[in-house]
């Protein structure tokens, strides 16, 4: 015979009543079956519901000295600890209007005494059965709850690091660094969170706005994958006929994240914002960009916004064949082409934060290691 076999352990019930007697013939009552706790006040009462562990179900009179078993109630169900503990009042008062007031309170049942013996005990055994489904079905939500968020966040994970690998092949093939991506991403971001502050742009510029602008920002050079080295690794001006092909990595861009999204069967909602600043952040408020010409608000409000951060961090970055010019500098510069090729409301914004722009620039900045790793990256492509 197996003497390690464990039973279940009894049901915890709290009898809150101020007389004694009625106190001793509950507990007598309940013992066989249960672990009893026994309260005279409300204060002890909700002592001993707050305690761990808390009890199954209280047993709760209403006439008390001080606190009465309503507010006990009240209290109870206001707590997030308490609030799920069935109460059955157990009392002297029989009125239907005392009875509604309890049962809108939150209680489970109403008995009235004198009471009948095996009636307590069934409608206790019976909200007994009922509160181990409910907290089943409870922990099983809770369960649930968590998976889900531990999938969604491998997702989400996942999504990051397949768009950061993608930009990162792209960075391999150009002058810039990884930080490039970086810088941008966090300027785009700050830009945006600037901009909400105009009423008009609030409503679009949202936190789930935000976060997929973010996202996407570094995808804004993917199509250069597609430009052949004689051009994009050529340390000189290019000609007119290599600009025009330099030109075509937008629309090679663009083309390359649609074409993923045809193959997963299904819209992504990053993967537009992804696609407009891909395509269209070289284009210029007054419709001289490409590879549309493109002019004002025709073109998409993330591409207004890579378009400013792009052409900051390009100005004020060091790079394989060239020193980064001045914080100041790079701030006329993109004032001078406000409403030319920049949205007005963009470099209004970038002038009231230009100092957190900066101070991102500083945070990722190219050191001499990766500046001089990038240089004998490029000579080897140079020499393949």
Known sequence: MDTDTKHPEPATILVVDDTPANLSLMTGLLRDEYKVKAAIDGEKALRIAQSSPAPDLILLDIMMPGMDGYEVCRRLKADPATRDIPVIFLTAKSG??????????GAVDYITKPISPPIVMARVRNHLVLK??????????????????????????????????????AETRDSDTGNHIRRTQHYVKALALKLREQPRLAAL?????????????????????GIPDRILLKPGKLTPEE????????????????AAERQLGMPVEFLKLA????????????????????????????????????????????????????????LAIISAGR?????????????????????????????????????QHLARLHNI
């Open 243 to 258: 600009f025009e092909l330099m030109k075509t990595h937008t629309t090679l861009g663009r083309d390359a994240i649609h």
């Open 132 to 169: 181990a489904s409910a907290d089943f079905l409870r922990d099983k939500a809770d369960y649930l709850e968590h998976e889900v968020g531990k999938r969604t966040a491998e997702v989400t994970a996942i999504q990051d690091v397949t768009i950061l690998a993608m930009a990162s092949l």
């Open 339 to 375: 409403g030319q090729h920049f949205d007005p409301d963009m470099v209004d914004a970038f002038l009231a934060i230009h100092e957190e722009f900066y101070a991102i620039a500083q945070r990722y900045i190219d050191s001499d290691n990766e500046l001089d790793a990038k240089r």
């Open 96 to 105: 239907v209007e005392d009875e509604k007031m309890g049962l809108d309170l």
């Open 275 to 330: 696609k407009e600043i891909a395509y269209s952040h070289q284009e210029k408020w007054d419709g001289s960009g490409y590879p549309e010409g493109l002019k004002g608000e025709a073109i998409p409000l993330s591409a207004r916004l890579m378009a400013l951060a792009d052409v900051y961090d390009a100005l004020i970055s060091r790079r394989v064949y060239k020193e980064g010019m001045p914080h100041e500098q790079a």
């Open 205 to 225: 510029l949202d936190d789930r706005y935000i976060l997929m602008l973010f996202k996407s920002a570094p995808l804004h050079d993917i199509g250069k994958v």
